[in-house]
T-cell receptor, first 109, second 114 residues
Framework: LAKTTQPISMDSYEGQEVNITCSHN???????ITWYQQFPSQGPRFIIQ???TKVTNEVASLFIPADRKSSTLSLPRVSLSDTAVYYC??????????FGTGTKLQVIP | NAGVTQTPKFQVLKTGQSMTLQCAQD?????MYWYRQDPGMGLRLIYY???????DKGEVPNGYNVSRLNKREFSLRLESAAPSQTSVYFC?????????????FGPGTRLTVL
């Protein structure tokens, strides 16, 4: 299981693009990189997943360099409703998945 | 399509009491998971089940038992509750190994042990 490191917290103004970087130096060949979002008193919600290069969906983009030792979640034009905790995971298959403490994003009006 | 459902939503127990947390999913997923989340912390895996009839320990299994009743249901039992088990419990499911291990979570059970 690849250990991930991400900033504890970030602040951003509404309408800005937010990039949250996650480090996973010991990522294994079959590990995918997955990001989840969690609002208070709710379970985590899947945002995006990728293996390499760039993945984009309706809510976010995920950039993964060729060495896969890090990844960046990009949230375009954040709004107040994007205030949440964001978790980065790197794993594949049945592993003792640990979410860590995540990055607490605070969007400021 | 309800996704992952959990019951109860809230529970207060006294030390030494027992209870079972119920979880069900309607997505025909193979794998199911139980996590706990303490205040200000990330989620920690308690147990997981790769398929009906199989279970395996996660990071923090002590004090818990699980049962994969069928493909839909995965229950978590506290035999003798302790204050250290006060937490929010989340159940999740994924289609792994049929697909990627993208986990879908229930709304959680907030448990307080006095």
């Amino acid at each position: 299981l690849a250990k991930t490191t991400q900033p504890i917290s970030m602040d951003s103004y509404e309408g800005q693009e937010v990039n949250i970087t996650c480090s996973h130096n010991n990522i294994a060949t079959n590990d995918y990189i997955t990001w989840y979002q969690q609002f208070p008193s709710q379970g985590p919600r899947f945002i995006i997943q990728g293996y390499k290069t760039k993945v984009t969906n309706e809510v976010a983009s995920l950039f993964i360099p060729a060495d896969r030792k890090s990844s960046t979640l990009s949230l375009p034009r954040v709004s107040l409703s994007d205030t949440a905790v964001y978790y980065c995971l790197a794993f594949g298959g049945y592993q003792k998945v640990t979410f860590g403490t995540g990055t607490k994003l605070q969007v400021i009006p | 399509n309800a996704g992952v459902t959990q019951t109860p939503k809230f529970q207060v127990l006294k030390t030494g009491q027992s209870m079972t947390l119920q979880c069900a999913q309607d997505m025909n997923h193979n794998s199911m998971y139980w996590y706990r989340q303490d205040p200000g912390m990330g989620l920690r895996l308690i147990y997981y089940s790769a398929s009906e009839g199989t279970t395996d320990k996660g990071e923090v299994p002590n004090g818990y038992n699980v049962s994969r009743l069928n493909k839909r249901e995965f229950s978590l039992r506290l035999e003798s509750a302790a204050p250290s088990q006060t937490s929010v419990y989340f159940c999740a499911s994924s289609e792994y190994p049929s697909g990627k291990d993208t986990q879908y979570f229930g709304p959680g059970t907030r448990l307080t042990v006095l």
